[in-house]
């Protein structure tokens, strides 16, 4: 079974604080994904990665950054965290090739005060 | 700009009472349509693919279908533990972010 570990289940932190939440897939996925999952909203595209070192925009970048230096790994970096960044974070994996789907993590829940 | 819309946003059941799930979708050049089953604090859990119209897969009580412009998912003879949120996603490409609806709340009462 594909297994997509994300490091904190629960996060809180302060305004204006770097926040780094990181993702470790076991399955040589090529693609990796970031989320953010509201209540009325669903889920949101913030990021995604097709290949190591590299990463396209989805349709909430701002605020965000990433980085994948090696295959298993994705981060999402909040550079100065706000209130309105309070969300569950999933990150998702897939193989490459004809649309798999993709496996989710537990999410990370980040309230920032 | 994809869109996918599900309705209705909540469906209340009795235990045995089947029903269907719709996922509409508007997308330029369809490559794969997807459904999840989430759980209160967990991430999605993977159901179904479907990649054309007319195509159909079934696992124990859910049975996914899919048309040109929209897909369902029904559900025969539901039990509790099927209460969750169901999610459908689109995808253009191999290499495509997926598009995801709102999702549909399901509780099926006892």
């Known amino acids: 079974d594909v297994k997509v570990t994300q490091s904190s289940r629960y996060l809180v932190k302060r305004t204006g604080e770097k926040v780094f939440l990181e993702c470790v897939q076991d399955?040589?996925?090529?693609?990796m994904f970031w989320y953010r999952q509201d209540p009325g909203l669903g889920l949101r595209l913030i990021y995604f990665s097709y290949d190591v070192k590299m990463k396209e925009k989805g349709d909430i970048p701002e605020g965000y950054s990433v980085s994948r230096e090696k295959k298993e790994r994705f981060s999402l970096i909040l550079e100065s965290a706000s209130t309105n960044q309070t969300s569950m974070y999933l990150c998702?994996?897939?193989?490459?090739?004809?649309?798999?789907?993709?496996?989710f993590g537990n999410g990370t829940r980040l309230t920032v005060t | 700009e994809d869109q996918v819309t599900q309705s209705p946003e909540a469906l209340r059941l009795q235990e045995g009472e089947s029903s269907s799930l719709n996922c509409s979708y508007t997308v330029s050049g369809l490559r794969g349509l997807f459904w999840y089953r989430q759980d209160p604090g967990k991430g999605p859990e993977f159901l179904f693919t479907l990649y054309s119209a007319g195509e159909e897969k079934e696992k124990e009580r859910l049975k996914a279908t899919l048309t040109k412009k929209e897909s369902f998912l029904h559900i025969t003879a539901p039990k509790p533990e099927d209460s969750a949120t169901y999610l459908c996603a689109v995808t253009t490409g191999a290499n495509s972010k997926l598009t995801f609806g709102k999702g549909i709340t399901l509780s099926v009462r006892p």
């Open positions: 998702a994996s897939r193989s490459g090739g004809e649309p798999p789907p993709l496996h």
């Open positions: 399955m040589d996925h090529e693609n």
